[in-house]
Nanobody, 122 residues
């Protein structure tokens, strides 16, 4: 399964690094995406990293602020979030897709974590 960590409360302009760790399977064999859901809003795809070439994708609102990376030795994917804004406040979920290609529709991801809360507020 997948376990997210690293969420918390941060001031606007601050940074957080979210981790998505896997147990029971090798993350490097899957595309890994981060989704988020804010209260009263639909779930939104934030970023994705493919396998095996590690190509990355980002939604427009986080381009230039967020990066996604893999640490294969730790079987973990990271989402580094810089210059955080209040509108980034949400529960962040990581998801894994068999086959290695990022998928635009969240229902096409086979494995999900439980989510980690990110709150950006002064």
């Amino acid at each position: 399964h997948l376990v997210e960590s690293g969420g918390g409360l941060v001031q606007p302009g601050g940074s957080l690094r979210l981790s998505c760790a896997a147990s029971g399977f090798i993350l490097n064999h899957y595309a890994i995406a981060w989704f988020r859901q804010a209260p009263g809003k639909e779930q939104e795809g934030v970023s994705c990293i493919t396998s095996p070439d590690a190509s990355t994708q980002f939604t427009d609102s986080v381009k230039g602020r967020f990066t996604i990376s893999r640490d294969n030795g730790r079987n973990t994917v990271y989402l580094q979030m810089n210059s955080l804004k209040p509108e980034d406040t949400a529960i962040y979920y990581c998801a894994a897709a068999i086959g290695g290609a990022c998928r635009p529709v969240s229902s096409n991801y086979e494995y999900w974590g439980q989510g980690t809360q990110v709150t950006v507020s002064s």
